[in-house]
């Protein structure tokens, strides 16, 4: 099974200013990876995939990078809404997810 | 696209319930779809999966031999039958419909049934 761990667990970041979400894989999943985003009481929602492509309608703030074992999220100029938990997704070998980040107003 | 679950709710350990997904707005036999809970203070956990013509099926683990997926493509509902049920199973599941074939990422995703397992 591939593991994949995602850093920090928590990051505290103000609005209008820009958060870097990792990601790494316990083997290399090339570039089978994705990115959701999820709010309380909501479904999740695809944001990146391919590592780097927006999904429909996704603002381009969001910016997905990396390749093999190594991934990136940013969000430039963080806005109100974009305060949720991330997840990533590999989907090279099945499926498997980190264990998210939650990003907080500072 | 919609996809909406139901039948959650609670159960006592060593017990089964079905879970449905019916969904609309997209050509259901043509994807894939999966089943993914999210356990209480923790993260997305994928459950299983199913091809579009039911032919080939997946499982995590932690539920082989346990849960069945299934769908049927006449009816645009997708199911998942879980038995045996565990304490740790308790957890919000979502259907997820697949951007195409196995193995690629989720498109789009229902609001999600609970179950709660617990004596």
């Known amino acids: 099974e591939i593991v994949m761990t995602q850093s920090p667990a928590t990051l505290s970041v103000s609005p209008g200013e820009r958060a870097t979400l990792s990601c790494r894989a316990s083997?290399?999943?090339?570039?089978?990876l994705a990115w959701y985003q999820q709010k309380p009481g909501q479904a999740p929602r695809l944001l990146i995939y391919g590592a780097s492509t927006r999904a429909t309608g996704i603002p381009a703030r969001f910016t997905g990078s990396g390749s093999g074992t190594e991934f990136a999220l940013t969000i430039s100029s963080l806005q109100s809404e974009d305060f949720a938990v991330y997840y990533c997704q590999q989907y090279n070998n099945f499926y498997t997810f980190g264990q998210g980040t939650k990003l907080e107003i500072k | 696209v919609q996809l909406l679950e139901s039948g959650g709710g609670l159960v006592q350990p060593g017990g089964s319930l079905r879970l449905s997904c019916a969904a609309s707005?997209?050509?259901?036999?043509?994807?894939?779809l999966s089943w993914v809970r999210r356990a209480p203070g923790r993260g997305l956990e994928w459950v299983s999966a199913?091809?579009?013509?039911?032919?080939?099926?997946y499982y995590a683990d932690s539920v082989r031999g346990r849960f069945t997926i299934s769908r049927d493509n006449s009816k645009n509902t997708l199911y998942l039958q879980m038995n045996s049920l565990r304490v740790e199973d308790t957890a919000v599941y979502y259907c997820a419909k697949v951007d195409g074939y196995n193995w690629n990422p989720f498109d789009y995703w229902g609001q999600g049934t609970l179950v709660t397992v617990s004596s």
């Open positions: 707005g997209f050509t259901f036999s043509g994807y894939a």
């Open positions: 199913v091809d579009s013509t039911d032919d080939s099926t």
């Open positions: 083997q290399s999943v090339s570039y089978s």
